[in-house]
């Protein structure tokens, strides 16, 4: 079965960098679409980026655009989500999430477009 393991979480101070990854085993990692969610204490999980089978399309949720960069190595079977000029209310459990698309080379980005999740990583940013 589908597999998926997050890792770089951490605590960082506002303004710093983190580097999420999110390793994949038990697909056809090229087939697949990607997508990063986070959900903060009391909150709901909500989308944060999302990146097509292929890297060439990506999409970010507006609170992030310009401080977070979505990307994925297909010969390593892991994305990643690279962090820089991060806020307190980043802080959040950032998970990874994976969706079959075998016949579009697009972007997904609502929660019941992805099929399997990872368990999370925490990133906690003091202010």
């Known amino acids: 079965q589908v597999q998926l393991v997050e890792s770089g979480g951490g605590l960082v101070q506002a303004g710093g960098s983190l580097r999420l990854s999110c390793a994949a085993a038990?697909?056809?990692?090229?087939?697949?679409?990607m997508g990063w969610f986070r959900q903060a204490p009391g909150k709901e999980r909500e989308f944060v980026a999302a990146?097509?089978?292929?890297?060439?399309?990506?999409y970010y949720v507006d609170s992030v655009k310009g401080r977070f960069t979505i990307s994925r190595d297909n010969a390593k079977n892991t994305v990643y989500l690279q962090m820089n000029s991060l806020k307190p209310e980043d802080t959040a459990v950032y998970y990874c999430?994976?969706?079959?698309?075998?016949?579009?080379?697009?972007?997904?980005?609502?929660?019941?477009?992805?099929?399997?999740w990872g368990q999370g990583t925490q990133v906690t940013v003091s202010s």
């Open positions: 990146i097509s089978k292929s890297g060439g399309d990506t």
């Open positions: 999430a994976v969706r079959a698309s075998y016949y579009s080379d697009r972007v997904y980005y609502t929660e019941a477009d992805f099929g399997s």
């Open positions: 038990g697909l056809t990692f090229s087939r697949y679409a």
